[in-house]
């Protein structure tokens, strides 16, 4: 295997472990931030330009197509990493029927800056404010923020724009009917969504000593064809922000296994890739900790070496490569795997359990919920009230008042989540819940490997 060393749980520029000279630049972001809010200073209304000149609709085809065609806007990384992974035109990967043009839409794809369409949508301050009240959820709205500061190193212009990027993108991919809708509506509105649930291609299961969850993707359950390109990509966000309800306290970022056992090319699907690199570049910073790739076969070489280089350094940096079930046992321990198929200890099998009659019902108490809803804009306004004279000082101090209120507002949400969030498959395993996340693991004794 690739060479990995166990971490431990990085302090620099996380909340509560700043310098003087990063609370300065967050105090810097947090006013320009607000200005834009309130609508004192002019920005970008637009959506940046790849999410122009389609519908949403015809945009995710094309994303799922292996034909896309290379548009005359690809980047000279693009043009480089073509050159390193040359294709024959008609015989595609290895014989397998990917050629040159969905190498060359794949390249294309991954370089620009955003995925999604829509007709040249326009936001305004007021809209995007909204939406970043809601990523925030129960955490610490600086602990937000800080992911998109240290993902563009601490350049307050450049996370600026990464952050409202993403709160665009959140708007147009309408990520909030991917929480608030229950399992069988999303099914009725993407054919085949249960069946995605059911088919095991895709889960969180357990979360590893440092309290990052692990996100398995089990690559040969996956065909393409199989589902609506609409579905898988709905699917795929679905799983991001299910990603979010099962991080424990301290963790930031998760680990995804990539399992490539039995893998071939009518499984590989570059859509998925590209959603799935621009997602965690792009829009949801500092998340990945680590990407498994596990036992991979000769023809993913091939894939890579297309891939690779177009993925940030930083990226790049945080795969590791498992040639078998000791090695995959360096990063996540056995007593944190399943049995089968990983030689774990963990006496688990993936198994989707179905809605429950009366699951969602507090959900339809609507003056229940706008109570709540007001109380929850009462200590947002708290808090900006305290971040702006907070931040205005420009003296890299702390504010002790600003962390009692995000104390509040992780309280509060508890009370909030089963009003706004439609009960998912994790909350019926009992692993997250508004209180906190619970893993539990079935274990067996030792048993010594072949």
Sequence with gaps: MSTYIRPVLSTEGRLGHLTLDQNLKLQEFWVRLYEIFDGKVDFDQTAPPSFKGQSRDADVSSLYSPAAPLSSSSSSSSSAAQAQAPV????????????????????DAVSSDTVMAGEAPRFTGKQLHRIFWKITMMDHPDLVVLKYIRARKW???????????ALKWRVVEQLDELVELPDTELDTKYPKFIEQLKSGKGYLRGADPLGRPVSFINTRLHHKGDQPPETIHRYTLYTMECGRTVLEPGAESVIVVFDLSDF???????????????????????????????????????????????????????????????????VIPRERLPIVPYDGLDDWKYEYIPAQEGENDCRNDVIKREELLNERHEL???????????????????????????????????????????????????????????????????????
């Design 264 to 330: 071939g090319l009518d499984n590989m699907d570059w859509g998925f890739i590209r959603l799935f690199v621009q997602c965690f570049e792009a829009y949801y910073p500092e998340t990945l900790g680590v990407c498994v790739i596990h036992k991979a076969p000769f023809v993913f070489w091939g894939i890579w070496k297309l891939i690779q280089p177009l993925l940030d350094p930083v990226v790049t940096a945080k795969f590791v490569f498992t040639r078998t079930n000791t090695d995959l046992h360096k």
């Design 88 to 107: 024959t035109q008609n015989a595609g990967w290895f014989g397998g029927g990917f050629g040159q043009s969905a190498a060359a839409g794949f390249v």
């Design 155 to 165: 350049v307050i212009d450049d996370a600026i724009k990464m952050v409202l990027n």
């Design 380 to 450: 947002e306004a708290r808090f900006e009230a305290a971040s702006k004279e907070w931040s205005l000082r420009m003296d890299g101090s702390n504010s002790e008042e600003r962390d009692v209120i995000a104390a509040e507002l992780k309280e509060q949400y508890t009370r909030l989540w089963p009003y706004v969030r439609a009960v998912n498959m994790y909350q019926r395993w009992g692993v997250a819940q508004p209180t906190g996340v619970n893993w539990t693991y079935n274990l067996v004794e030792d048993m010594e490997l072949d």
